[in-house]
């Protein structure tokens, strides 16, 4: 059984920064890569950032670019979202996604439960 755990949201303010992880188990040998969405209310779901689990090769939506780092720790199993320089904008539930690291949704068949990120101006 896939399960995808995220941790490390909360409360913080403009400008300031948190870490995200999302621990993952039981996911298929042939899962490529990992991904990090988030959904802000009254929003559609969107893209935040992907990385494959062979290559580390990482994709970036263009509002966090240079703000935002994907990683991940293969032992672990885990994969991390460094946000710096937090902007009220970026308030939504964060989500950790299994399947890729492209940014089409559809590419991705296991959801965690999503971690609140709240950015206070």
């Known amino acids: 059984q896939v399960q995808l755990v995220e941790s490390g949201g909360g409360l913080v303010q403009a400008g300031g920064s948190l870490r995200l992880s999302c621990s993952a188990s039981g996911l298929p040998f042939s899962t490529y890569g990992m991904g990090w969405f988030r959904q802000a209310p009254g929003k559609e779901r969107e893209f935040v950032a992907g990385?494959?689990?062979?290559?580390?090769?990482?994709d970036y939506a263009n509002s966090v670019k240079g703000r935002f780092t994907i990683s991940r720790e293969k032992v672990k199993n885990t994969v991390y979202l460094q946000m710096n320089s937090l902007e009220p904008e970026d308030t939504a539930v964060y989500y950790c996604a299994a399947g890729d690291h492209r940014p089409q949704s559809y590419l991705y068949d296991r959801w965690g439960q999503g971690t609140q990120v709240t950015v206070s101006s």
């Open positions: 990385i494959s689990w062979s290559s580390g090769r990482t």
